[in-house]
C-alpha cells in the first residue's frame, strides 16, 4: 500500500532539499564574485563546498563536458540502489511532514 503523500505528490521545497548544498542567494554571490576574479579555490573554500560545485555553477561548459563523460561511461541504471534512495527520501519526507501511513 503506498503512502498517501505519494498519491498526493507532495514537493519538498528548495530549502528541505537535502540534495542542495547552497541556497539561491549563494549561488548568485558565488557568481558575481567568480566574475569580478576571485578564484574557484577560494569560493570553495569560503562556502565550504567542492571545487565542482563552484564550476557547475560558474563554468558554462563544465554541465555539458560532465553530461558527454556520464554518457561515455555508459551509466546503467541501479535498481537495488535506487531502491534504497527512494526509502530514504519516503522517510525524510515522513520527517518533513510528520506523516503517517495512510492505511495502518
Known amino acids: 500500500m503506498p503512502y498517501w503523500f505519494e498519491i498526493a ?7 528541505r532539499d537535502k540534495r542542495r548544498v547552497l541556497t539561491d542567494a549563494q549561488i548568485e554571490k558565488i557568481i558575481f564574485l567568480r566574475n569580478s576574479g576571485v578564484s ?21 561548459n563544465f554541465k555539458r563536458r560532465y553530461y558527454e563523460k556520464v554518457r ?3 551509466w546503467k541504471y ?27
Open 78 to 104: 541501479e535498481k537495488e540502489k535506487h531502491k534504497i534512495v527512494m526509502k530514504n527520501y519516503r522517510e525524510h519526507l515522513k520527517e518533513i511532514y510528520g506523516l503517517k501511513r495512510m492505511y495502518e
Open 72 to 74: 561515455k561511461l555508459n
Open 9 to 15: 505528490k507532495l514537493r519538498v521545497g528548495k530549502e
Open 40 to 60: 574557484i579555490r577560494k569560493l570553495a573554500k569560503m562556502f565550504k563546498v567542492d571545487r565542482n560545485t563552484i564550476k557547475w555553477h560558474t563554468d558554462a
